[in-house]
């Protein structure tokens, strides 16, 4: 058990629609970071969250947003959802922010889009 | 920008094999580099790592040495079991301000008994 939760674990849903993606960290990380697990892109970084700040972007589009609460867990929000969306969402949480620290990941939100 | 490759896979190997999966990496600077493990249905682990040159992560009998002359961090383990199958992610951080990683594709073992 990694200590890092993400809910739900699935979701299925239609294009067009929009979804939330929640991930609490382990207790004490500040940093919080989401990937995108697909068959044709990989692994991808989207965004890391640093104590309620955002520290960097990556591969992320327009349609999707992310934040950080004072408590420290985090929601990605995807809208206008297309096909490819269909992916494997990924949280991982760090004590620091620079990769000093290894992260420790979720196991993910296997999102599905009909 | 920095990547990194790995060798494709799957790769499948008796029990009692010699593990070896390649990585190379592209990268400005000094970067971190990182092996993960994700067994079916779960998120990566982390494996082993190394923070400079020549350092040698090791865990679990699984080993990798950072070759600053060949950009290089191959993954080996002398003897490999059935639990060992899984997809291992070989991953760089390249520091600074952030912490996120840059992830090969992924390479899948499969340990026949």
């Known amino acids: 058990d990694s200590g890092v939760t993400q809910t739900p674990k699935h979701l299925i849903t239609a294009t067009g629609q929009r979804v939330t993606l929640r991930c609490s960290p382990r207790?004490?990380?500040?940093?919080v970071y989401w990937y995108q697990q697909s068959l044709d892109q990989g692994l991808q970084f989207l965004i890391q969250?640093?104590?309620?700040?955002?520290?960097a972007k990556g591969n992320i589009l327009e349609r999707f947003s992310a934040q950080q609460f004072p408590d420290l867990h985090s929601e990605l929000n995807l809208s206008s959802l297309e096909l490819g969306d269909s992916a494997l969402y990924f949280c991982?949480?760090?004590?620091?922010?620079?990769?000093?620290?290894?992260?420790?990941f979720g196991d993910g939100t296997r999102l599905s889009i009909l | 920008g920095n990547s990194v490759t790995q060798m494709e896979g799957p790769v499948t190997l008796s029990e009692e094999a010699f593990l070896t999966i390649n990585c190379t990496y592209t990268?400005?600077?000094?970067?971190?580099l990182f092996w993960y493990v994700q067994y079916p249905g779960e998120g990566l682990q982390l494996l082993l790592k190394?923070?400079?040159?020549?350092d040698k992560g090791s865990n679990k009998g699984f080993e990798a040495t950072y070759r600053k002359e060949t950009t290089s961090f191959h993954l080996e383990k002398g003897s490999v079991q059935v639990s060992d199958s899984a997809v291992y992610f070989c991953?760089?951080?390249?520091?600074?301000?952030?912490?996120?990683?840059?992830f090969g594709q992924g390479t899948t073992l499969q340990v026949k008994p």
């Open positions: 991982a949480s760090s004590s620091d922010g620079q990769g000093s620290q290894p992260q420790h």
């Open positions: 207790s004490g990380d500040l940093s």
């Open positions: 969250y640093y104590n309620g700040e955002e520290r």
């Open positions: 990268a400005t600077g000094y970067p971190s």
């Open positions: 190394a923070t400079k040159a020549d």
């Open positions: 991953a760089l951080s390249e520091g600074g301000n952030t912490g996120k990683l840059i």
